[in-house]
């Protein structure tokens, strides 16, 4: 059974960077795309961005200019560095797996940001 | 970027009714659509992929149609458990956008 947990701080202080990783379980993390996606408190989702178990990223363009997805297959794992982050930035932050649509979800990690 | 666009909102319906949810897309995507729902302080589960194929696991209740820009999934006889919040996704261009949601309450 695949399963994902997000691990990272819980607080940031604005201008800061968030920091999170994703470990993998029950599968290799070398195929499928892996992606962060966030969901502000009461509202919708929102893609941050993906990578493919080549290394290769694509980036929601609102915030590629502050955000670094990277690979390490030899902890099974997938992070997120999200710099310069401000208030609008705190959310549930989620890694997935896509396969066909989202098809594996880890619990989900808030993040605040506030000083 | 897609807009997705969900209707309604919100919608109230009791155990055993049949439901729609529609999502529209500012253009076309083919059939590059999926549906998730979400309960409370839960991560979002897929249901439905490539806007009509069935997730393993989930009920036979839950289909999914449509192609182009108009989508629509339909719950044929509703379950306790299916009361949460509905999200459609298009995964025809990046990103990837979502819905703003479908909240499905008990009436």
């Known amino acids: 059974q695949v399963q994902l947990q997000e691990s990272g701080p819980g607080l940031v202080k604005p201008s800061e960077t968030l920091s999170l990783t994703c470990t993998v379980s029950?599968?290799?993390?070398?195929?499928?795309?892996w992606s962060w996606i966030r969901q502000p408190p009461g509202k919708g989702l929102e893609l941050i961005g993906n990578i493919y178990y080549s290394g290769s990223t694509n980036y929601n363009p609102s915030l590629k200019s502050r955000v670094t997805i990277s690979l390490d297959t030899s902890k099974n794992q997938f992070s997120l560095r999200l710099s310069s982050v401000t208030a609008a930035d705190t959310a549930v932050y989620y890694c997935a797996r896509y396969g066909s649509g989202y098809d594996i979800w880890g619990q989900g990690t808030m993040v605040t940001v506030s000083s | 970027d897609i807009q997705m666009t969900q209707s309604p909102s919100s919608l109230s319906a009791s155990v055993g009714d049949r439901v729609t949810i529609t999502c529209r897309a500012s253009?076309?995507?083919?059939?590059?659509l999926n549906w998730y729902h979400q309960k409370p302080g839960k991560a979002p589960k897929l249901l439905i992929y490539a806007a009509s194929s069935l997730q393993r696991g989930v009920p036979s209740t839950f289909s999914g149609g449509g192609s182009g820009t108009d989508f629509t999934l339909t719950i044929s006889s509703l379950q306790p458990e299916d009361f949460a919040t509905y999200y459609c996704q298009q995964s025809h261009t990046m990103p990837a956008t979502f819905g703003q949601g479908t909240r499905l309450e008990i009436k």
């Open positions: 253009q076309s995507i083919g059939t590059y």
């Open positions: 029950g599968a290799s993390i070398s195929s499928y795309y």
